[in-house]
């Protein structure tokens, strides 16, 4: 494919591909490339270098978030609902909890996210440093619980796929077990039948925990309207 042919759109919604199936260290210039049917010089002519590519394509991911409107459903609503669908981002594009660990992320889908936010947190009755704490707080609450995915997605891609890959990790998995059943409540917990395997968060851990978080910044924006 001539440069020509190639536009920003195109690399970039090809770079998402290629960082959902590789992850951040599958993506390279010559991978992107072969996936455009285009010579890796090419690319250049649109994107800087691999780090530029990386801010697009995650301020591409960002944008298309969406933003509950809490004059509508009220902003424990609006918030709820933005963290479930950040949430929901960062699972099904793992490779995101690297790039925030590794890259200035900015970007018109990024400051769009974040100005709503704001206005969410604002409609609950912060002001100020008030409420960039408030969506602060939820923000890292969510990237905390999506660690967990993109950890699991890295060590997949790092052991491979096949026969091999599965038994180390079920050796793993059972070193980890045994080490765990020395201690009490974790031991209690990996006899029941809910257990999944070692480290294993029942279903609704998320939803628990940001009901708690969202009862408490309610609890706060109350006493601030009195």
């Known amino acids: 494919m001539a440069r020509d042919t190639l536009t920003r759109d ?3 919604h090809a770079a998402v591909e290629l960082l959902d199936t590789e992850g951040l260290e599958g993506l390279n210039m010559r991978a992107l490339g072969k996936r455009l049917d285009s010579a890796a010089t090419a690319v250049y002519w649109h994107v800087k270098n691999k780090d ?12 298309r978030l969406t933003l509950p409107d809490p ?7 609006a918030a709820a609902a933005m963290a479930a669908d950040l949430y929901g981002m960062f699972t099904r594009h793992p490779w995101l909890v690297q790039v ?7 970007g018109q889908g990024k400051a769009r996210h974040d100005e709503h ?23 890292t609450y969510v990237l905390g619980n999506a660690a967990g995915a993109a950890a ?8 491979g796929g096949g026969a091999d890959a599965d038994e180390r990790f079920g050796r793993a998995m059972a070193e980890a077990r045994e080490i765990a059943a020395r201690h009490p409540r974790l031991r209690a917990r ?3 039948a ?3 395997g070692y480290a294993a968060a029942p279903d609704d851990t998320f939803a628990f925990g940001l009901r708690a978080l969202l009862d408490g910044l309610e609890r706060q924006a109350a006493h601030r309207t009195r």
């Open 10 to 12: 195109r690399i970039v």
């Open 52 to 63: 530029d590519l990386v801010v697009l394509a995650t301020d591409h991911v960002w944008g």
């Open 71 to 77: 004059g509508a459903s009220g902003w424990r609503a």
């Open 100 to 106: 925030l660990a590794a890259h200035v992320v900015f």
């Open 117 to 139: 936010s704001l206005a969410v947190y604002e409609a609950a009755g912060f002001a100020g440093p008030e409420a960039d704490r408030a969506a602060a707080a939820v923000f």
């Open 152 to 159: 699991t997605a890295s060590l997949t891609r790092r052991l």
């Open 190 to 192: 990996l006899e029941t």
């Open 194 to 196: 809910a257990a999944n």
